[in-house]
């Protein structure tokens, strides 16, 4: 994927993402392309809407202005699902990417898939699965940001002693099953693979795979701290093309 020339849409439901992650997600969406057309739907006469409203001309976002016209439900979800269709109809992207942690967008992820058009979410852990597997890639916000616990106060009334600081999300156990699959149809007759390709096979098992909920901030890095597997490096054109094989 040439990212110079892959542009995305970046569509936000600010009713269902957080305000402090907007940088953190355009720097995911850049791994993939730039993100050219970029919007953040909800009421902004909205109170819970005043977190948006500093980043906008900070990270070159419209505002989309939805009203909610009945009690505790709003139209943030279909006014957002109309404009990607009417973007997706344009031809002016050649992907998309929807943030939020709805089950909503579930068809609308499906039917850009059916036009062939790459498609991204982001979104919370708690994301129903229909949403996460109707797209290419799903990444957690949980894994793009390292939220740490709060500072512990010491008790004056005891003696003071050393408090280390934790990570507040817990890494996830690795299962090799997923990445022994992954393996296993990517690899060639020699029992290798480029860490690139099993990366993406890894994607189209399960969209939500990623090195980071495990610890680790790449593929390769996984890859070392699994006995049965070893990395080559492997260098062309003074680019690293680091190879998987089985011991």
Known sequence: M???????????????AQP???????????????????????????????GWKELLNQHSFNPVQKFAYTTGKNST??????????????????????????????????????D??????????????????????????????????????????????????????????LNTTLIDKAFNISANEEDEVYVSQIGNNLRKIDPSFDPRAYGFNSLTKLFESIPKYKIVRNTTNGISHPIVKRK
């Open 77 to 114: 979800d279909s006014s957002l699902i109309i404009d990607a269709m009417d973007i997706l109809h344009s031809k002016n992207v050649d992907g998309f990417c929807i943030v939020s942690s709805d089950s909503d967008y579930t068809g609308l992820a499906k039917r850009i898939r059916e």
């Open 2 to 16: 040439d990212k110079t020339n892959f542009n995305i849409a970046v569509l936000i439901d600010g009713d269902n």
């Open 116 to 173: 062939g058009v790459f498609v991204m979410g982001i979104g919370e852990k708690k994301t129903p699965m229909a949403f996460i597997q109707s797209c290419e890639i799903f990444t957690f916000t949980e894994n793009i940001v390292e939220e740490v616990a709060p500072a512990v106060q010491p008790d004056k009334t005891k003696k003071s002693a050393s408090v280390k600081p934790t990570n507040a999300h817990k890494k996830e156990k």
């Open 20 to 50: 402090k992650l907007l940088q953190a997600i355009l720097e995911e969406v850049s791994k993939y392309g730039k993100a050219t057309i970029r919007r953040i739907y909800g009421d902004w006469t909205n109170n819970k809407m005043n």
